[in-house]
Structure formats: structure tokens, C-alpha cells
């Protein structure tokens, strides 16, 4: 790789990280490319040779957060973790991620349709992999043996564009409203043993 591919490299990765704290404090209408350029100390030339407009900047962040949420939720399920470990580690990451982000980036998303299609997109992706989750939890004892997987993954992917689009963030903490929607998707279908330990692990986030 030569140096002015790295230096490209690097300087789009600073973008980017710049960009999303940005997007995430200020909610993105507040947010112009000139306000970007700035922050990074680089003209607005140097900015519009890497992203042609703020959309297309968007949506590598939006690209980027889910590759990161992604990754590391494979690097967190090793030999030995539960299901309800990771429901639990999904949770704890996400309220995390959320004390960090305005409830107005959420309300500018929504002026996005085609990034809200590809989110939408994206989680519809990993259906499969859902599918595979909560047999393994039926498995390991933490979920009833007797539901329909097809439909809960369709409440599932309908509570995902809730989060999004729903004007609850406007009302409530994020955090609360993820919470909760999680509570209410996964623990109405834990055995006894699953709503036991996981409420358990609730109170300790």
C-alpha cells in the first residue's frame, strides 16, 4: 500500500470518528460539512475529496457502528457464554452507546428513509442468524421450546424499526426504551430459568 493510500486511509478514518461523535451529540440537521472540516483541522476541499456530501457520510458512519456493534458481539461469544449472556452484553452495549447519542439523531434519521431501508436491510440479513440464537437458547434451557421462530423474528425486526422511527425517544431516555423493548421481546418467551437469571443480570446493568 503505498503512502498516499494510507494517508487516505487514515485521514477517512478520522472523518468518520469525527463525524459520528458529532452526529451523535448534536443530532445530524445541526451538522454541516464545513463544521466537520473544522474540527478536523482540514479545508472543506480536502473533506469533499473523501465524502461528496454529508448523506454519503452518513451512511458510512451508520455502516461503520454496525460492523463495530457486529464484531464485537462475535468476539464476545465464546466457549462457555449463554445466550443470556449475550442478550445481557447487548444490552449493557447498546445503554451504553445510547448515553452518547441524542434523541435528535434519531428524529433527523427519520429524514432518511433510504438509510432507515438499509438498516432495516441489515438486521433482515441476520434473520438466520436469529434463527440459530434462539433455538440455541431453547437448547440450553433459557427458552420455551413451544414458540413459532419465524414469527418472533418478525416481532423482533418490527420492534428493531420502533427504535427508530417511534417518537418514544422523545419522551423517554433511549436506554429505557431499548431496555425495554428488549424486555418485552425476549423475556415473553424465557422459560422460568431464563426470566430468573436474566432479570438477575438486568439489575446488576
Known amino acids: 500500500m503505498t503512502n498516499d493510500k494510507i494517508d487516505r486511509e487514515e485521514l477517512k478514518e478520522r472523518i468518520l470518528l469525527t463525524a459520528t461523535k458529532l452526529f451523535y451529540e448534536n443530532g445530524i440537521r445541526k451538522i454541516k460539512m464545513d463544521m466537520i472540516a473544522s474540527a478536523l483541522h482540514i479545508s472543506k476541499r480536502t473533506l469533499y475529496e ?34 443470556i449472556d449475550i442478550i445481557t452484553e447487548i444490552i449493557r452495549f447498546k445503554i451504553e452507546q445510547f448515553n452518547n447519542i441524542t434523541p435528535n439523531f434519531f428524529k433527523d434519521l427519520n429524514k432518511y428513509p433510504h438509510l432507515l431501508d438499509y438498516l432495516d436491510k441489515k438486521h433482515k440479513e441476520h434473520s438466520s442468524e436469529r434463527n440459530l440464537f434462539i433455538q440455541r437458547g431453547v437448547e440450553e434451557g433459557y427458552f420455551l ?4 421462530i419465524e414469527i418472533a423474528n418478525l416481532v423482533a425486526e418490527t420492534a428493531f424499526r420502533q427504535m427508530t422511527t417511534n417518537p418514544l425517544y422523545a419522551q423517554f431516555e433511549l436506554k429505557e ?22 432479570d438477575r443480570r438486568i439489575k446488576e446493568l
Do not use: A, P, Q, W
Open 50 to 83: 473523501v465524502y461528496d456530501k454529508k448523506e454519503d457520510l452518513l451512511f458510512e458512519v451508520l455502516k461503520r457502528e454496525e460492523e463495530t456493534y457486529i464484531c464485537h458481539l462475535e468476539k464476545f461469544n465464546k466457549s462457555g457464554v449463554s445466550v
Open 145 to 148: 421450546d413451544n414458540m413459532n
Open 177 to 198: 426504551v431499548f431496555k425495554t423493548l428488549i424486555l418485552l421481546h425476549v423475556r415473553g418467551f424465557c422459560t422460568l430459568k431464563g426470566i430468573e437469571i436474566l
